[in-house]
């Protein structure tokens, strides 16, 4: 009997031992495997391989320590508050096995028990693309250890508008191509500035560096290119040119890279298409020249805006530079509920991205839509720029900051809740402020005229770049003046001028035109009942 319980107990502690020290057959491969190694192989970005057992356990304590502070695998939304396609996340029982499995020495338990490496996939994810566009060249990075962004443009030569179905970036250097935002312009711009170098592409840190006319989803390694359902697409007008914004990691040896966007078309008659609605520094609680973060401070900004009308959202996407540390934007509903957009806890530029929703969420009209966004300019924020810290304001570059909230959305209609966003695997072309594209340039502007549609009273931003007379007058679609509300000197810097029209005003669509020095520029605006 004596014996029988010391078996028993021998037993017992086996079984215990083998329950709190994780084997790397059994326990961490799958983890390994299924989570790190697609980008962490032969010719991918991640900067070592986890493809055996002696390559994750050289680096065990590094992995124990990425893994614990949720820096790897990259994945910025928290999931707690909202899940996205494709989300990249550890569970807290997994990351507690690779924790004992380190302290506990690493073993390797029984290798006959290794899962095998996945196949990853290569080539497109869409199919055949009806249309490929090429970088014109090889790009030639130096190797000298430091992070690199360079804006390239790729015309599409197209004759005719076309309505897309899907958008597929593809590296022509995994080893080096950290993330991708795209684009398209139809006005040239980016090709001017292109050709003022020889050199191919120009500079581009925080954007495009030129005005965009909208954009599509950012590229991140292993992210799933999804592709629009049904009659849901995106209009790409003839001629136009496809901007591509690469941030090409650190690498210490000479490297080049040519990479290439896969365009996939389709034909409807009813196209849905896809808009965006976008929160910048213009619509800040303390005004748009509030957004400046002065030397060792940390400032937390907030800006809200109301829905104009029903809204079926499909992705989100949130934009700033080094300094932001997190962002949190719902909306609450007229009837007093609140819809959870985004939580980021740990802002990282270098993984920024948009986010799709595995199906639409909709947003009543009315609606108000909130977005805090939260900056650190001390010392204890290790990706601080400037040291000493400085005063950050507004602008694309690194030392400079962006405050932008967006999401991509159709207009709503009933049933959208039930499309799913994740077996049609495509992605969201974002418009971004249809009317004007995204205001990063420092050049005097016209803000979007808010709210548009509009009622009675509404608002209109602009910035000038130097002290100047303007003219802010409305003009009917014919082209015949309405009426000017402004025609005097004006300070430099951002402006915002309330209005109200009386009853005498029609209902329609009207132009609202800015006119200044080296300035004009229009906006559409529509007034309603
Ligand atoms: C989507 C691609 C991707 C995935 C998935 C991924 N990594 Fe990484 N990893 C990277 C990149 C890129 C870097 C380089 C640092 C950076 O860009 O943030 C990196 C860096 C690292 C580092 C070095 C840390 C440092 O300070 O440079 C370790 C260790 C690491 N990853 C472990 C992991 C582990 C473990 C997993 C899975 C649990 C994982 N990674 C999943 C892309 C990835």
Redesign the pocket.
């Known amino acids: 009997m004596k014996r029988f319980i010391i078996l028993l107990m021998s037993i017992l502690v086996a079984k215990t031992a083998t329950a709190q020290t994780p084997n790397y057959a059994e326990n961490i491969a799958p983890?390994?495997y299924n989570?790190?190694?697609?980008?962490?192989r032969q010719g991918?970005?991640?900067?070592?391989a986890?493809t055996n057992y002696d390559e994750?356990k050289s680096?065990g304590r590094?992995?124990k320590?990425?893994?614990e502070t949720r820096?790897?695998?990259?994945w910025s939304p928290d999931p707690k508050y909202r899940h996205f396609v494709g989300e990249?996340t550890?569970t807290d029982s997994?990351i507690k096995q690779?924790a004992d499995w380190v302290d506990g020495g690493m073993p390797r338990g029984d290798a006959s028990k290794e899962p095998k490496l996945p196949t990853f996939p290569t080539g497109s994810q869409v199919g055949t693309p009806d249309l490929v566009l090429n970088m014109s060249d090889t790009y030639k990075l130096a190797g000298k250890g430091k992070d690199d962004y360079k804006v390239f443009v790729l015309p599409s030569n197209l004759t005719q508008d076309k309505i897309l179905r899907a958008v597929e970036f593809r590296p022509g250097n995994n080893k080096v191509v950290?993330h991708v935002r795209l684009a398209y312009e139809t006005k040239g711009a980016a090709r001017t500035k292109d050709a003022q170098t020889p050199e191919m592409g120009f500079d581009g840190f925080g954007g495009f560096n030129v005005q965009v006319d909208g954009s599509f989803d950012t590229w991140?390694?292993?992210?799933n290119v999804l592709q629009f359902p049904e009659n849901i697409g995106h209009k790409l007008p003839a001629n136009a040119d496809i901007l591509i914004q690469v941030h090409y990691?650190p690498t210490s040896a000479p490297a080049t890279d040519r990479s290439s966007v896969n365009l996939f078309f389709k034909e409807t008659t009813n196209l849905r298409p896809v808009k965006s609605f976008g929160m910048i520094h213009f619509h800040l609680s303390g005004g748009p020249a509030s957004f400046q973060i002065p030397a060792n401070t940390v400032k937390k900004f907030y800006a809200k805006r109301v829905t104009q009308q029903d809204m079926s959202v499909m992705s989100i996407y949130p934009h700033a530079h080094l300094l932001c540390k997190n962002w949190e934007a719902y909306a609450t509903t007229p009837a007093g509920d609140t819809i959870r957009l985004i939580k980021i806890n740990d802002w990282?530029h270098?993984?920024q991205g948009d986010y799709t929703l595995p199906k639409m969420i909709k947003i009543p009209s009315g609606s108000t839509v909130h977005a805090y966004a939260t900056y650190d300019n001390t010392t204890n924020n290790p990706l601080n720029p400037s040291s000493p810290p400085q005063l950050v304001s507004l602008g694309e570059s690194t030392l400079e900051e962006m405050y932008v909230f967006g999401f991509t959305y159709l207009d709503s209609q009933a049933g959208d809740e039930n499309i799913s966003l994740v077996s049609n695997a495509v992605v969201s072309p974002n418009t971004v402020l249809s009317n004007t594209g995204l205001p990063f340039e420092h050049d005097s502007r016209l803000y979007p005229v808010y709210p548009n549609p509009m009622n009675r009273d509404f608002s209109v931003g602009f910035y000038l770049d130097k002290p100047m007379k303007v003219n802010l007058s409305v003009y009917d679609l014919s082209g015949r003046l309405v009426k000017t509300f402004l025609d005097e000197s004006q300070s430099a810097g951002d402006h915002i001028v309330p209005f109200h029209l009386d009853d005498q005003w029609t209902e329609g669509t009207y132009i609202f035109r800015l006119l200044g020095d080296n300035l004009n520029m229009t906006q559409k605006i529509m007034i309603t009942k």
Do not use: D, S
């Open positions: 983890i390994i989570n790190c190694t697609n980008c962490h991918e970005v991640g900067p070592m986890f994750v680096w590094m992995v320590f990425v893994t820096y790897m695998p990259p990249r550890l997994q690779i950290h991140t390694p292993g992210k990691a990282n270098k993984w």
